[in-house]
Each structure stands twice: as C-alpha cells, then as structure tokens.
C-alpha cells in the first residue's frame, strides 16, 4: 500500500516511511548533516529532559577607567535563560505482507533509507527556517529563523548581488558585537548552487564570476529547499537566504529514531485524524510501523545574530 500521507510542513497529521531498527541511530546522527537548518546549528547536543534550560550572554560587557580605590562599574551585559521544547516528529506507514518480503529480501535502499531521510531532514528544516516550499508556515519549535526583524536586500541590478547581500548580512552581525567570521554561517534557498558554478563577469561572459573567490567569504555554507529559490520573483515574504552567528542556534535531540510495530492495531488513516478512515490491521492483512524522533530547536538573541536575506519588490 502506498503512503498516502507524506510527511508536510503543514500538519502534524502526517504519514512517513518504514524504518528499520538497525538505521534508527544513523538516521537522526544524520539529521544535523542533512537538514540545513540544523546544519548551521552552533550548539547541537542531546538531551536527557522534555525541557531544557541554559544560560545565556545577552548584550555586550562594558568596561571603563577608574581612579583608585574609586567604585567600578558594571557591566551591561548579563546571564540570561534559554529553553528549548522538545518536540516529537512521529509517523505510521503501513504495509502489506508482500511489501515487507520484499524489504527483506534486499530491497531497502529503495522503499526506505533515502526517502525517509530526506522526509524527516525537510520537515524539521521547514519549521526552523520558517518556511515549507518558499511558503509561510507557523513552526512547532520555540523559534524559528524567519522571526528575526534583522534584514538586507538582494538587488537583482548589481553583477555580485549574491556576495554583496552576504557581506551586507555580515556587517549587521559585526554591528551587533557578532565579529567572530568563523562562527557565521549561511543558509541559502534552491538554485542558488547553480547560480555560484554558473555566474560569469560582466566584462567576460565566458569567465566565471567566483572561479577564485568564495561568495561566502569563507562561511560555512548550506542550502535549504524550504526556502525561496533563487528564481523567485521579487515580493513581499520573499527570502532568499540567511546569515547566522552560529553559537546562538541551539539544538537539543532526545532520542534516536524509536521503532512500534503492529499488525493488531486500527489505524486511522485521514488527514484529520479524525476516525473517518480507519483500517483495521489484522483483518486487512497490513502491517503498521510508528516511528517517533524527538528534538528541540531555539535561537537566543534572534534578531541581532539572525540576518535575513530578502527580495523584496521595489
């Protein structure tokens, strides 16, 4: 039986893919290097607790000279608190007895591990981003990087618009006391790898634009299918990318991937999970494999070391 509820950035109510025992810790270790979101996560650990609370930096230490034994000033920066959710990403798929015999006769690969990685990668990335498929959604997690009021435009005039919205971000981070370059990282949405290989100078159409220099100065850099391409026309919520102070992403995963087979059980099938399609395990001849993962996503200071990079129309 095929999946009739892929996993959605939309909905909880989701269906997912088979996943075997074995893969389950390779799986969600894989998560911080297959989701672009979570990839520029400076602060990525596991977690023991539901909630977990940590301290954080906010603002910048001052300092100043005193005459002696005259009182010394405070600085203005302090400790503060951050928490983070964990929250569950859980899934049913169902199969018919064939089905099975064939995922263990060799087939695998092909049913489950590049489908369920991908699934699971993109639905975690679009609620971090902010973003599923370049539309607007309201994430699951405490934050998510499309709430930060930080901003820089793309102009689409300028030969290295690309470089330029980068380095523009960069500053805004530097402006916010986030100098440190090796911690910075960008995030950008489809297309734009092709559009490094592909850019060439004004002066020589044949001559490569970044053959010789990086267009992220050297920052890490990943891509997100969740946000908008590099296509897009320029409007309003448009956002092309992003350029982050990577310490202040936290990330806190719970468990490995958990595996709960049935062949007893009724399962409701519909989108809404409402019990008006319900499919009766044992008298169908299915099998129903529930698998749940559990993370949290959080971003301290957000809008001083989150900077988007939009395409807004003129």
Known sequence: MPNQIPLSGASGAAGGFLLPDAQGELL??????????????????????????????????TAGFVGEGAKKPVTGAEFGQGSI???????????????????????????????????????IDAHIVGKANGTNLTTSFDTMLRSTT????????????????????????????????????????????????DARTAVDATEQLYVDQDPAYGLQREFSTNLNSASTTPAANVIKGYVV???????????????????????????????????????????????ETRLGFFVHDLNRAVVAIIDAAA
């Open 245 to 291: 102070y990577k310490p202040n992403l936290h990330v806190r995963i719970r468990k490995d991937v958990e595996l709960s087979v049935s062949r007893d059980a009724t399962v409701d099938t519909s989108a809404a999970l409402d019990g008006s399609a319900l499919r009766n395990l044992w008298q169908e001849n299915l099998t129903g494999i529930r698998y």
């Open 85 to 123: 959710n964990v929250k569950k990403v859980a899934s049913i798929v169902l199969f018919t007895d064939e089905q099975i015999e064939d995922v263990q006769n060799g087939d695998l690969n092909v049913l489950v591990d590049s489908g369920v990685r991908t699934a699971i990668a993109d639905v």
């Open 28 to 61: 969600t270790n894989a998560l911080l290097k297959q989701a672009g979101g979570l990839a520029i996560a400076g602060d990525a650990r596991t977690t023991s607790s539901r909630k977990t609370n940590f301290p954080i930096w906010l603002g910048a230490p």
């Open 150 to 197: 930080a901003t820089v435009e793309m102009v689409a005039a300028t030969q290295d618009t690309l470089r330029k919205s980068i380095s523009g971000a960069m500053g805004v981070l530097e402006a916010n006391g986030y100098a440190d370059q090796s911690q910075m990282a960008v995030l950008l949405g489809p297309g734009f790898a092709q559009h490094i290989r």
